[in-house]
DNA sequence: CGATTTTGTTCGTAATTTGAACAAATCCGG
DNA sequence: CCGGATTTGTTCAAATTACGAACAAAATCG
């Protein structure tokens, strides 16, 4: 039971029917090429001849494609149709506190080139980079005319309409355009995003099982920070001001380590790579007194799991307790949004065979109901480039979006 | 960028836009009537001429009526349209731990009649005895044939599609089909929800401000138990399986009281009506224990708040200890979902001038951002019972709901 | 080779928006 | 009291689209 938003609302026109079906058979034909118009016809329970029609707009637009015919037990063979992926490219880009990252790749995801500098902080110098980087990278790869777009993702609270970084703590950043700024240096259509919930995008339409993907998912960041990408009902969760997901500040302890947020015990003073990191050097997490910390020590969070891995007690110790605490923030999850399905992106996953059984503990203590508990957790390896996937999914996925109505 | 739903979509067919137009416009008088044809044409931007064809429709369905010319400073005077309610019925059933509260209201949710009886656990029992009220009800008040369904609200777990109450521990009910038998009993078509869910519903639906409204807002029950609506762009959030909002059990202090769920600590351990009492009463709350000393005491919450009001310290200590953890929660929910505004309802909201401050300073200390410290918080008292207007809110608000679409 | 089956296309029909012309109702100035 | 001006509401033809049936194309099978 949906509600009109009457303030802005779209109304049907003659050709809105056509859209939407347009929208339909695309996605039909994305998560099911090859595909057939016969077989198209018969998903969609319309007529051939309107699937024939349908088909060659999409054809005229460089939407999809012919491939091959293919064998048949009987009758005509059929032609299948692709969705053109290939030679449609995006640039995604990942900016993170210590190094910034760009990849070249197609619209279904696949990289095609990467490559990464040292995060300038000031945004005008970033900018400044990136319209070096940019052109030099598309010659290279003779990707030219191909580049549909720019999608940039940033750790911190994003206004997707405005396109201004509302708040990145990590870079300093506080009511940035670097969108608009980014746009008018290089051309290119330019979105911005958030990091966890470009990760949900990613998983949303470039995810493994494309039609299975769930509808109401959750994808939780752990690192610097911990933050998630809510979707809800096939749509991703901004809130009202562009500041929902933050899950890194629920209460775990009240008498627990001070965090950064100024508040004591949240998620994240006990989640976070720099929590995990400062209780493995057996010090009270603070944030300032740990960032010194951990510069002299020169340790990460990935040495940590190494050691833990090689038998270390110590770091097998300060891994679990970072999992109990985890699993009680996830169990706020499936309490409060009872989702799908929940996928954890970070460093961390790297431990995940280790962690899985502790946070499946907790979980199943907390959990309200059975099925709750059964949620599946699905950990979202680091090699596979979460962010950047999502950088391309800002620009790919507006291709496939469903049309605005009512 | 909401994704298609390949496995169940709605394709468009001719009527599709007239389907789309038609509720628009529906939704259009019914947040700004009375309303003249060409203003609506005006809002709409279509030509008066459709808007002609389809108030035709709605007239000759009934859904809306022609009122009165009224007075133009020059031309034709227009003639007012509105949405017919005054004569469509429905009847809202709230079942309660103890009692269970049966109104006969409206579409616009203003009330006609109420009753109430002292609840039937027994799932056969209650209906048996709804099936004697609900006819007499309607011959008392002579509204046979005008009664459009029954909005039935159950304070537990409901599955809206298939009718089952899945864990309603409150009534001791687990998978029940409640639904279904009341629906066979009556003849009438019903429709069951959760409590803390049909409360957002009449917010949404039959709320103050109608078009102003917000489309993500988040509606917190405190009473027995602790639970949420949430609703995030225009719709309700019901999760997976149905057990979103379960907002009554985020963690507070590892180390506090024992929940009914198990854990410890959990924010209904704290604020719920029970937790309060057993506070005032100077006992560590335990769910078994309190429910004896409650009967034994004889107190009541509202008890509570009447002492509170009336200066007494340690009942004003014990309400300003719920504030605050309420104030915990609530920041909570801001954090993670950044709604535009959130409704609290239950007993508590009549000591909601003395509370307010209390929880306003944590969220003011909590919140992330200083606009979501500033989420309106907005007390729903329950002499306009929420509930029965949740509950007619299940059978009114179809009318007006978007059509299902791609 | 003809019958059968399946795929893909074409085209007339029905439903709908769209925009303009038209009728209705009111005010205002002479 | 009448004719223009103005606004509301209706009617109707044109354009766009889904729909469904007929048809052509391409393959298999006996």
């Known amino acids: 039971m949906r509600k009109i ?94 190094r910034t990252y760009l990849m070249l790749s197609d619209f ?9 500098f040292d995060t300038i902080v000031d945004p005008a110098g970033l900018v400044a980079e990136l319209r070096r980087r940019i052109p030099r990278l598309l010659k290279t790869y003779k990707a030219v005319g191909k580049c549909n777009g720019i999608g940039l993702v940033v750790p911190g609270m994003v206004d997707r309409r405005t396109g201004r970084v509302l708040n990145a703590p990590q870079l300093g950043w506080r009511d940035v355009d670097v969108r608009d700024q980014l746009a008018a240096a290089t051309g290119f259509d330019v979105q911005i995003e ?10 949303m339409w470039l995810g493994q099982r494309g039609g299975d993907a769930p509808r109401d998912f959750v994808y939780v960041t752990v690192s610097d920070g911990v933050g998630a990408g809510l979707v809800v009902n096939g749509e991703v969760v901004r809130g009202h001001n562009s500041t ?55 340790i990460s969070i990935t040495d940590v799991i190494a050691r833990a891995r090689s038998g270390e007690a110590r770091a097998s110790a300060a891994l679990h307790e970072t999992a109990r605490h985890l699993g009680v923030g996830l169990a706020v999850i499936i309490n409060t949004l009872n989702p799908a399905q929940i996928f954890v992106g970070g460093e961390i996953t790297e431990a995940w065979d280790q962690l899985s059984p ?12 059975s099925t709750a508990a059964a949620t599946p957790l699905i950990p979202d390896p680091a090699s596979s480039y979460p962010r950047l996937r999502g950088a391309t999914a800002l620009i790919a996925a507006r291709e496939f979006a469903a049309p605005q109505v009512a």
Do not use: K, W
């Open 358 to 369: 502790a946070i499946h503990d907790i979980i199943n203590a907390r959990a309200l109901t």
């Open 244 to 298: 929902a997901g933050e899950f890194g500040h629920v209460p775990i302890d009240p008498h627990g380590p001070t965090c950064l947020c100024g508040s004591r015990g949240c998620l994240e003073a006990y989640t976070s790579n720099l929590a995990t990191l400062s209780r493995y050097l057996g010090h009270e997490f603070s944030p300032a007194e740990t960032r010194e910390l951990l510069n002299e020590s020169r």
């Open 108 to 116: 279904s995801g696949t990289p095609i080139a990467m490559e990464t």
């Open 5 to 98: 938003n009457t303030r802005s609302f779209v109304r049907a026109t003659r050709s809105t029917p056509r859209e939407i079906n347009r929208q339909i058979l695309l996605n039909l034909v994305r998560e099911h090429q090859p595909i057939s118009r016969a077989d198209l016809a018969r998903r969609m329970r319309v007529g051939r001849g309107m699937v024939t029609s349908l088909v060659s707009e999409l054809i005229a637009d460089g939407s999809v494609y012919e491939g091959t015919t293919v064998d048949a037990p009987r009758g005509r063979r059929p032609m299948m149709l692709h969705v053109r992926t290939h030679d449609r490219l995006v640039i995604g880009i990942d900016v993170r506190f210590s």
């Open 194 to 203: 958030n990091a966890p919930i470009a990760c949900a995008l990613a998983q």
